[in-house]
């Protein structure tokens, strides 16, 4: 691989990286089979994503003909890996099994965001070629059952936190060219998912002077919902858990900004009964700041917050999930959904369309990045972990080759 990130630093042409031999074995972040087991018993929260969590030398794996092989110069850490790092809800490597040859091995290469450089692209490739600078929409639709699709890296084998990842041609989007490596992987997942959410009619379609209520807005799904949200003329109201996080949200020019645990919001009573007071308190606060009751909420804390979420929106809004980080069997008053006629919307990563939609808004720099702390590769076990407790704001960057920040901007 070494000879592969020279020649991309140096910016070699794409003929004298075609030429250069492919490695027979590069670092790749892991999920072992054999740790699978050791979980058994160890309640979730107790499972530490870092101990889940390899750097091993992964041999290269074989390349279709609509796939690529992509040289990873940056990736980006999503809650993907942490699921797959602490076999929870379910271990990947059940997907990888049902997916069969080339992806069931007893390894899983995770992550789910790259940007690179394509070093080799299989014989049914048109629109890509060698010396491509792209970034990965993680989207990886399924070609022989147009109803399926699945998360790359997540349920897919050699995905993006690795010197090197395959990638499906249909995938790749072009690299915002104003961005570094680690910021332009640090976008595709979360900026699409919440563009479908916010924008899109698969989500809630949102519309001019909209009230979005945002949880978790300087995350990676809420940190890019609440942009769409004011670049299409809506209001935000976002949720956070810290005036660090409140004074990052205000950076983003949100205006409305709850503190969920300065305000001290207690939506449970204790573990079967939620307290409606609460929820009135949320609904209470959020009209003294935006004037009315929210049009839309973005929901992916799940458990603990869908409650109220369901109850605060406005007659006729729409509430649009695509997580429960908190817990996925969750608890909602259906009064407040069928008699006020409010609509519960999944949502799940974003289709082709949607993906190259927001990719256009970042490569235009309508839409910024939010990375806040970037880790060397082998430092991603530590990442997850950090993810997973909600130490971190905005996006968690890793590099892979490029060998520091700041290096990939084009224009
Ligand atoms: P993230 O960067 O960790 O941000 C999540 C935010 O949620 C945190 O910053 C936190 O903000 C807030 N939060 C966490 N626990 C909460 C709780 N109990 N109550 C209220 N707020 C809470 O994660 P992310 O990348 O945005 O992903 C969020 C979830 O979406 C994950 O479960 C992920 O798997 C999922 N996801 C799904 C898709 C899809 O297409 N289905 C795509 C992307 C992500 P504060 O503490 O500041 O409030």
Request: glycine letters at 10%; charged letters at 25%.
């Given at each position: 691989m070494e000879a592969i990130r020279a020649a991309i630093l140096q910016g070699a042409p794409p003929a004298e990286i075609a030429n250069l031999p492919l490695p027979e074995a590069y670092r790749a972040v892991v999920v072992r089979k054999g740790d699978v087991e050791a979980w058994a018993g160890v309640p979730a929260a107790d499972r530490d994503p870092a101990k889940g969590l390899h750097i091993d030398e992964a041999p290269l794996p074989p390349l279709a003909a609509d796939e690529v092989y992509l040289a990873v110069m940056a990736s980006s850490l999503n809650y993907t890996t942490v699921w797959s790092a602490i076999s929870h809800p379910v271990p990947t490597f059940g997907f990888l099994r049902r997916l069969g040859e080339p992806h069931d091995r007893p390894y899983h290469q995770v992550g789910s965001d790259a940007a690179g450089v394509v070093i080799r692209a299989g014989a049914g490739v048109r629109r890509w070629k060698v010396g491509d600078r792209v970034v990965v929409n993680p989207n990886q639709v399924d070609a022989e059952d147009p109803s399926a699709a699945r998360v790359w890296g997540y349920e897919t084998n050699f995905g993006g936190l690795a010197e090197l990842a395959v990638v499906r041609a249909s995938q790749l989007m072009p690299k915002p060219a104003h961005l570094t490596w680690e910021e332009a992987a640090s976008v595709s997942l979360c900026a699409s998912t919440a563009y479908r959410m916010v924008v899109s009619r698969n989500g809630a379609g949102m519309k001019q002077g909209d009230i979005v209520l945002v949880w978790g807005a300087t995350g990676g799904v809420g940190g890019f919902a609440t942009q769409f949200v004011l670049n299409g003329g809506g209001r935000p109201v976002g949720v956070v858990s810290s005036p660090e996080r409140a004074a990052r949200l205000r950076e983003l020019g949100c205006e409305h900004v709850i503190d969920r645990v300065a305000e001290g919001y207690r939506f449970w009573r204790d573990e079967h009964n939620q307290d409606e007071s609460e929820w009135r308190r949320l609904g209470a606060r959020i009209r003294e700041l935006a004037g009315a009751d929210p049009d839309i909420v973005v929901e992916h804390p799940g458990r603990e917050t869908m409650g109220a979420s369901v109850y605060v929106t406005r007659r006729g809004g729409t509430i649009v999930t695509?997580?429960?980080?908190?817990?996925?069997?969750l608890q909602i008053d259906n009064r407040h959904l069928w008699m006020r006629q409010k609509r519960l919307v999944g949502s799940n990563l974003a289709d082709p369309v949607e993906a190259n939609a927001a990719n256009d808004l970042i490569g235009r720099g309508v839409i910024r990045p939010t990375l806040s702390t970037v880790y060397p590769l082998d430092r991603t076990p530590e990442a997850a972990r950090d993810m997973r407790d909600n130490r971190h704001a905005g996006k968690l960057g890793v590099l892979c080759l490029a060998p520091r920040a700041g290096l990939g901007v084009e224009a």
């Amino acid at each position: 691989m070494e000879a592969i990130r020279a020649a991309i630093l140096q910016g070699a042409p794409p003929a004298e990286i075609a030429n250069l031999p492919l490695p027979e074995a590069y670092r790749a972040v892991v999920v072992r089979k054999g740790d699978v087991e050791a979980w058994a018993g160890v309640p979730a929260a107790d499972r530490d994503p870092a101990k889940g969590l390899h750097i091993d030398e992964a041999p290269l794996p074989p390349l279709a003909a609509d796939e690529v092989y992509l040289a990873v110069m940056a990736s980006s850490l999503n809650y993907t890996t942490v699921w797959s790092a602490i076999s929870h809800p379910v271990p990947t490597f059940g997907f990888l099994r049902r997916l069969g040859e080339p992806h069931d091995r007893p390894y899983h290469q995770v992550g789910s965001d790259a940007a690179g450089v394509v070093i080799r692209a299989g014989a049914g490739v048109r629109r890509w070629k060698v010396g491509d600078r792209v970034v990965v929409n993680p989207n990886q639709v399924d070609a022989e059952d147009p109803s399926a699709a699945r998360v790359w890296g997540y349920e897919t084998n050699f995905g993006g936190l690795a010197e090197l990842a395959v990638v499906r041609a249909s995938q790749l989007m072009p690299k915002p060219a104003h961005l570094t490596w680690e910021e332009a992987a640090s976008v595709s997942l979360c900026a699409s998912t919440a563009y479908r959410m916010v924008v899109s009619r698969n989500g809630a379609g949102m519309k001019q002077g909209d009230i979005v209520l945002v949880w978790g807005a300087t995350g990676g799904v809420g940190g890019f919902a609440t942009q769409f949200v004011l670049n299409g003329g809506g209001r935000p109201v976002g949720v956070v858990s810290s005036p660090e996080r409140a004074a990052r949200l205000r950076e983003l020019g949100c205006e409305h900004v709850i503190d969920r645990v300065a305000e001290g919001y207690r939506f449970w009573r204790d573990e079967h009964n939620q307290d409606e007071s609460e929820w009135r308190r949320l609904g209470a606060r959020i009209r003294e700041l935006a004037g009315a009751d929210p049009d839309i909420v973005v929901e992916h804390p799940g458990r603990e917050t869908m409650g109220a979420s369901v109850y605060v929106t406005r007659r006729g809004g729409t509430i649009v999930t695509c997580a429960a980080t908190s817990g996925y069997l969750l608890q909602i008053d259906n009064r407040h959904l069928w008699m006020r006629q409010k609509r519960l919307v999944g949502s799940n990563l974003a289709d082709p369309v949607e993906a190259n939609a927001a990719n256009d808004l970042i490569g235009r720099g309508v839409i910024r990045p939010t990375l806040s702390t970037v880790y060397p590769l082998d430092r991603t076990p530590e990442a997850a972990r950090d993810m997973r407790d909600n130490r971190h704001a905005g996006k968690l960057g890793v590099l892979c080759l490029a060998p520091r920040a700041g290096l990939g901007v084009e224009a």
